[in-house]
């Protein structure tokens, strides 16, 4: 532990070592470097620096325009690689519902990690890849430890009953894909067959690209043999079952591996000096928005809390958890009202296409009657004759 921790009050020049090159700790350690160029920043991550997991992430303009306070010339750096839309399909058993009034855009996720690498490196930031940490204590000569490691974060699980650790795995299985056409909109497409209940979210990210998320209940993990197979075999699988929304193609596998949504709480966001953001600290349901989204804006009110307090970090430690815990709560009931409506899908989808488009869209209280109206005009227009009819 540093003289500098010891005496963080007043401390002028800090260093701050971040485990974990993924978008969170690289935006921070950016906002961080921008702020105050004479600090040590020092990131480090276990994979190489153009490994990556996944295919595309989406944001939403509310997640842009977020990010843009924070500094606008990265939200313009970054659309010039990304695809936009305004509208959100929903097709239920074939047949399309268009929602107005959305807007997304989407990068893929190797392209957003090479644009923060780059940013940060032109900062000054220092960035060591290859380097698993799974020891804290082997970093803990800095002033901040800020453990932006993700999910399985294994500074977060050094120290489980400080920070009160939780973590729940949800009923529904789900596997990322990705897929090569580039659907017209961020889309969720629902098929109730005899062997179950199906979801596939899907959305262009690149002009030729579309990351594929399938997904099923519980019920369908089992009745559908999915439960039984390879991963190989479920990917084949797969593509039978979505064959008519990807033109009978195939799915691309980035270690697409089935498994259950898990969802990781902590009670205490800091411990002595470390302190959770992103995935680390508060999984993110993806059907409620981006985990990439939620875990950027974590980075965001850190970088705040310590313009705030400066180098004082146990009262930027409070602040960052006072101020950003309502809101991560009221997202958190959000999600639990949205997994619970996925959990029960099945249920739904016999429902009218219209119907069943309305019911998604007020499934987590967030939105209201009156917001659909004023917001997604075509839309509501077209619920209210079928209603009324």
Same mark, same amino acid.
């Given at each position: 532990?540093?003289? *500098?921790?010891? $005496?963080?009050?007043?401390v002028?020049?800090?260093?701050? $070592?971040?485990?974990?090159?993924?978008?969170? +700790?690289?935006?921070?350690a950016?906002?961080?470097?921008?702020?105050?160029p004479?600090?040590r920043?020092r990131?480090?991550?276990?994979?190489?620096?153009?490994?990556?997991f996944?295919?595309?992430?989406?944001?939403?303009?509310?997640?842009?325009?977020?990010?843009?306070?924070?500094?606008?010339?990265?939200?313009?750096?970054?659309?010039?690689?990304? *695809?936009?839309?305004?509208?959100?399909?929903?097709?239920?058993?074939?047949?399309?519902?268009?929602?107005d009034?959305?807007?997304?855009?989407?990068?893929?996720?190797?392209?957003?990690?090479? /644009?923060?690498? #780059?940013?940060?490196?032109?900062?000054?930031?220092?960035?060591e890849?290859?380097r698993?940490?799974?020891?804290?204590?082997?970093?803990?000569?800095?002033?901040?430890?800020?453990?932006?490691?993700?999910? $399985?974060?294994?500074?977060?699980?050094?120290?489980?009953?400080?920070? +009160?650790?939780?973590?729940i795995?949800?009923k529904?299985?789900?596997?990322?894909?990705?897929?090569?056409?580039?659907?017209?909109?961020?889309?969720?497409?629902?098929?109730?067959?005899?062997?179950?209940?199906f979801? +596939?979210?899907?959305?262009?990210?690149?002009?030729?690209?579309? !990351?594929?998320?399938?997904e099923?209940?519980? *019920? !369908?993990?089992?009745?559908?043999?999915?439960?039984?197979?390879? &991963?190989? /075999?479920?990917?084949?699988?797969? &593509?039978?079952v979505?064959?008519?929304?990807?033109?009978?193609?195939?799915?691309?596998? #980035?270690?697409?591996?089935?498994?259950?949504?898990?969802?990781?709480?902590?009670?205490t966001?800091?411990?002595?000096?470390?302190?959770?953001?992103?995935?680390?600290?508060?999984?993110?349901?993806?059907?409620?928005g981006?985990?990439?989204r939620?875990a950027?804006e974590?980075?965001?009110?850190?970088?705040?809390?310590f /313009?705030?307090?400066g180098?004082?970090?146990?009262?930027?430690?409070?602040?960052? /958890?006072?101020?950003? &815990?309502?809101?991560?709560?009221?997202? #958190?009931?959000?999600? &639990?009202?949205?997994?619970?409506?996925?959990?029960?899908?099945a249920?739904?989808?016999?429902?009218?296409p219209?119907?069943?488009?309305?019911?998604?869209?007020?499934?987590?209280g967030?939105?209201? *009657?009156e917001?659909?109206?004023?917001?997604?005009?075509?839309?509501?227009?077209?619920?209210?004759?079928?209603?009324?009819a």
């Amino acid at each position: 532990m540093s003289a *500098q921790y010891r $005496n963080a009050v007043g401390v002028s020049v800090m260093h701050i $070592n971040i485990v974990g090159a993924g978008p969170s +700790g690289l935006y921070f350690a950016y906002l961080m470097k921008k702020t105050w160029p004479a600090w040590r920043i020092r990131v480090f991550e276990q994979n190489a620096h153009d490994d990556t997991f996944g295919f595309g992430v989406v944001l939403s303009g509310r997640a842009l325009s977020f990010l843009s306070d924070a500094d606008s010339s990265i939200v313009d750096r970054l659309l010039t690689h990304m *695809q936009t839309w305004s509208d959100q399909h929903i097709i239920l058993n074939g047949k399309r519902v268009v929602i107005d009034g959305s807007s997304f855009s989407a990068i893929s996720r190797l392209v957003l990690l090479e /644009q923060l690498q #780059n940013i940060c490196m032109a900062a000054g930031v220092e960035i060591e890849y290859r380097r698993r940490i799974s020891d804290p204590a082997r970093l803990s000569d800095c002033d901040v430890l800020v453990a932006a490691d993700g999910a $399985n974060s294994a500074v977060r699980d050094a120290f489980p009953q400080q920070f +009160g650790t939780e973590i729940i795995d949800l009923k529904n299985y789900f596997a990322w894909y990705g897929v090569k056409k580039p659907y017209p909109a961020h889309t969720l497409t629902f098929l109730s067959r005899p062997d179950g209940a199906f979801c +596939g979210h899907h959305y262009r990210y690149t002009p030729a690209m579309s !990351t594929f998320v399938a997904e099923v209940d519980a *019920q !369908t993990w089992t009745s559908s043999g999915l439960a039984d197979m390879s &991963e190989d /075999q479920r990917r084949t699988f797969s &593509e039978d079952v979505f064959h008519a929304t990807i033109d009978d193609g195939a799915f691309i596998d #980035n270690r697409s591996i089935w498994r259950r949504y898990r969802i990781v709480k902590n009670k205490t966001w800091h411990h002595r000096n470390i302190v959770l953001i992103g995935d680390a600290l508060r999984t993110a349901h993806p059907s409620i928005g981006s985990g990439t989204r939620l875990a950027i804006e974590d980075s965001i009110a850190l970088w705040r809390a310590f /313009q705030a307090e400066g180098s004082d970090i146990f009262a930027t430690f409070k602040r960052f /958890q006072s101020e950003r &815990e309502p809101v991560r709560d009221k997202l #958190n009931r959000a999600a &639990e009202l949205s997994i619970a409506w996925y959990e029960s899908m099945a249920g739904k989808l016999q429902m009218h296409p219209l119907d069943f488009t309305y019911d998604y869209m007020l499934r987590t209280g967030v939105m209201t *009657q009156e917001r659909l109206i004023r917001d997604c005009p075509h839309f509501m227009a077209q619920f209210v004759a079928h209603a009324g009819a």
